[in-house]
């Protein structure tokens, strides 16, 4: 099983801040997914990145996978209360065989941005 | 626009109960995903079919088993309930493409869960 570590677990933040979380892996995919998850709701990808270094922006949202493909980062600008919601990532196997189907998440990081 | 359609919402068991949960996607996604959710574990993965015809187990397949019933159709049995198996429970189905990288998955849509309750 190839696992995704995420933090911070938690992070409770002012309306304005900027913040970022972490995904990392000791496994190489060959993409990683960012999702956004709301209370009673099903996770909602937010963005997929494919290549090592790749930067893609979604308004405030940066996203960042790193130059091994083991690891990425989701920074948000000036975050407002509706950012607030569950953030995962997740992984694709970056090798063939039936293994490779499985995708993977990582805990999750619980952001709160207080008005 | 159903996109993954999961049955039940809500469902609660007693110990050694059998009961299956449904998950249809409209789609024509070849992966199809199970997956239980509880309070600071993330999504955790039970089974997998990466296509019709084919399962796998995941992370957590202990006290499950699964059907690909046909492209549309993944279901979920629990055969005897046990109080650990208390979860949100959340189908999935995505694509697969092959990329310059390697395989990689494309978008995974989620049902609205089902919220099992096991006494």
């Known amino acids: 099983t190839q696992l995704l570590e995420q933090s911070p677990q938690f992070l409770s933040i002012q309306e304005g801040e900027n913040l970022t979380v972490y995904c990392n892996s000791s496994?190489?995919?060959?993409?990683l997914q960012w999702y956004r998850q709301e209370p009673g709701e099903g996770p909602v990808l937010l963005v997929t990145?494919?290549?090592?270094?790749e930067v893609k922006k979604l308004k405030r949202l940066t996203f960042q996978f790193g130059d091994a493909r083991k690891d990425s980062s989701l920074h948000i600008t000036a975050a407002q209360p509706g950012d607030t919601g569950l953030y995962l990532c997740?992984?694709?196997?970056?090798?063939?065989?039936?293994?490779?189907?499985?995708?993977?998440f990582g805990k999750g990081t619980k952001l709160s941005v207080i008005p | 626009n159903a996109g993954v359609t999961q049955t039940p919402k809500f469902q609660v068991l007693k110990t050694g109960q059998s009961m299956t949960l449904q998950c249809a996607q409209d789609?024509?996604?070849?992966?199809m995903y199970w997956y239980r959710q509880d309070p600071g574990m993330g999504l955790r993965l039970i089974y997998y079919?990466?296509?019709?015809?084919?399962?796998d187990k995941g992370e957590v397949p202990n006290g499950y088993n699964v059907s690909r019933l046909n492209k549309r159709e993944f279901s979920l049995r629990l055969e005897s309930a046990a109080p650990s198996q208390t979860s949100v429970y959340f189908c999935?189905?995505?694509?697969?493409?092959?990329?310059?990288?390697?395989?990689?998955?494309?978008?995974?849509?989620f049902g609205q869960g089902t919220r099992l309750t096991v006494v």
């Open positions: 999935a189905s995505s694509e697969r493409k092959i990329y310059y990288t390697g395989p990689m998955n494309t978008e995974a849509f």
């Open positions: 990145v494919v290549t090592g270094g």
């Open positions: 789609m024509n996604h070849n992966s």
């Open positions: 496994s190489v995919f060959s993409s």
């Open positions: 079919s990466a296509s019709e015809g084919t399962t």
């Open positions: 997740a992984g694709a196997g970056g090798y063939s065989g039936a293994g490779s189907y499985q995708l993977t």
